[in-house]
Nanobody, 121 residues
Framework: QVQLVESGGGLVQPGGSLRLSCAAS????????MGWYRQAPGKQRELVAV???????SYADSVKGRFTIFRDNAKNTVYLQMMSLKAEDTAVYYC???????????????WGQGTQVTVSS
C-alpha cells in the first residue's frame, strides 16, 4: 500500500503565506507526477499545480505567480508554497501522486486525506 500524508494547512489572513507538504510512503518503486488539487465547498475538485519527476511544473491560471510547487525526490515529498493568499483560495487541498510499486508494474494514482486551508481576516 501507498500512503500520502499532507500537512501545513491552517488559518491565514489575506495576503499571508502557507507551505503545504505531502509525504508519500509505503510500497514505492518510483513516483512520476505529483500534484496538488483543491476543493472548495459546493465546487468541483480542481488542479492547482503539478510537477513531474524531472521538475517540470504547471499551474492553474488562478495561482500563477503566487504558488510554487517543488519536490524532494529523495524524501518522496512534494510541497506547495502559497503566497499572497486570497479568500478564494480557501479549500481543502489534496495531494496526488502517480506511483509504481514495482519495476514494470502499472502506474496508479493515490490521494492524500486533504488539509484545510482557510484564508480569512
Amino acid at each position: 500500500q501507498v500512503q500520502l500524508v499532507e500537512s501545513g494547512g491552517g488559518l491565514v489572513q489575506p495576503g499571508g503565506s502557507l507551505r503545504l507538504s505531502c509525504a508519500a510512503s509505503g510500497n514505492i518503486f518510483s513516483i512520476n507526477a505529483m500534484g496538488w488539487y483543491r476543493q472548495a465547498p459546493g465546487k468541483q475538485r480542481e488542479l492547482v499545480a503539478v510537477i513531474t519527476s524531472g521538475g517540470s511544473t504547471s499551474y492553474a491560471d488562478s495561482v500563477k505567480g503566487r504558488f510554487t510547487i517543488f519536490r524532494d525526490n529523495a524524501k518522496n515529498t512534494v510541497y506547495l508554497q502559497m503566497m499572497s493568499l486570497k479568500a478564494e483560495d480557501t479549500a481543502v487541498y489534496y495531494c496526488n501522486a502517480e506511483v509504481q510499486i514495482a519495476y514494470g508494474s502499472i502506474w496508479n494514482r493515490y490521494w492524500g486525506q486533504g488539509t484545510q486551508v482557510t484564508v480569512s481576516s
